[in-house]
């Protein structure tokens, strides 16, 4: 079972960018997608980017223009950039691969926005 290890994460003001970066020890490549969620403090998990294998990126229409997930499949690494941060981006980031016989998570990373 693969694991996945999220780092980049930390503090940053708003304006700022950051990127997220996803390890995983089994090749991305046998996933159906590569996924970021988040979750806010008091808030459900939601989708951030999903990017599926051989397929296109899409994004929650909060971040649209402002993130960016790709992935390096000789590292088995998987990336999200976040540009123009904004204090409603505080929460912690969960890396995910999608399996068809269930999901796998990291074990999150946090990210806080000042203003």
């Known amino acids: 079972q693969a694991q996945l290890v999220e780092s980049g994460g930390g503090l940053v003001q708003a304006g700022g960018s950051l990127r997220l970066s996803c390890t995983s020890d089994d090749s991305i490549d046998n996933a159906g997608a590569m996924a970021w969620y988040r979750q806010a403090p008091g808030k459900q998990r939601e989708l951030v980017a999903t990017l599926p294998t051989g397929g296109s990126a899409n994004y929650a229409d909060s971040v649209k223009g402002r993130f960016t997930i790709s992935s390096d499949t000789a590292k088995n690494m998987v990336y999200l950039q976040m540009n123009s941060l904004k204090p409603e981006d505080t929460a912690v980031y969960y890396c995910?691969?999608?399996?068809?016989?269930?999901?796998?998570w990291g074990q999150g990373i946090q990210v806080t926005v000042s203003s």
């Open positions: 995910a691969a999608e399996y068809t016989l269930g999901d796998i």
